[in-house]
């Protein structure tokens, strides 16, 4: 017999949105989040450049929820999470202090998410970079009914693929800072995922298990 009410299932894939000059400030609307239950916002963040008082917030002008980081590179490449966000088509407000920045942005919803926050909420984050090749491979440790993903980033060169479930690739944002991609998987007891560039360069990867209720 199997709960489905503790599986973790996608509500939303967002589009993914950038900024066109260097600024310190993106809002994006780019997903609308359903009415479902245990929900959960998670978000992959690239700027290209190392920035200081990075900080998200879904609806500022409404429910007010400040996001959390789940993990980071060191710099540049960033995945932050949020339980239970308000549903709807809400503005996300991400903000930095400095410098001014590009900055690429790609949010997913889920339900069926464990509420707490925190690790108990996104688990077992891997953070891997700089590293130099053409291909990233980020390996999480999940379990059955969770949900792994990652974020990847990378300078001037293209992500040409992302394997497993795609969310994002964003290239139009390369050349001026960096190029952004993100993806999805099932969870399992060990899962890989994994991106491929262009050309060898140095890329960073951020990867989470998203765990059920």
Sequence with gaps: FMDWGSVVALDALG????TATSVLTLS???????????RALVVSINTGVVVTGLSLVWDAAGANQSLSLIGSSGTLQYLYGLVAPVSGNKTLTVSW?????????????????????????????TTLGPTTGTSAAVPVT????DITIAGYGAHTASFTSVDHTQICIDNLYSGGGGSHAS???AGASSVTLGAVLSV???WRAVGCDIVHA
């Excluded at 790609?106 to 069926?112: D, P, Y």
């Excluded at 999940?142 to 009914?145: N, P, S």
């Design 15 to 18: 589009t993914v949105q950038h």
């Design 28 to 38: 994006y609307t780019g997903i609308t989040v359903g009415k479902g239950s245990n």
């Design 97 to 125: 202090t400095s410098p001014t920045a590009l900055a690429s942005v790609v949010a997913s919803a889920w339900t069926g998410v464990n509420q707490t926050g925190g690790v108990a909420s996104f688990a077992n984050v």
């Design 142 to 145: 999940g379990a059955v009914y």
């Design 183 to 185: 993806n999805y998987a």
């Design 200 to 202: 060898s360069q140095s």
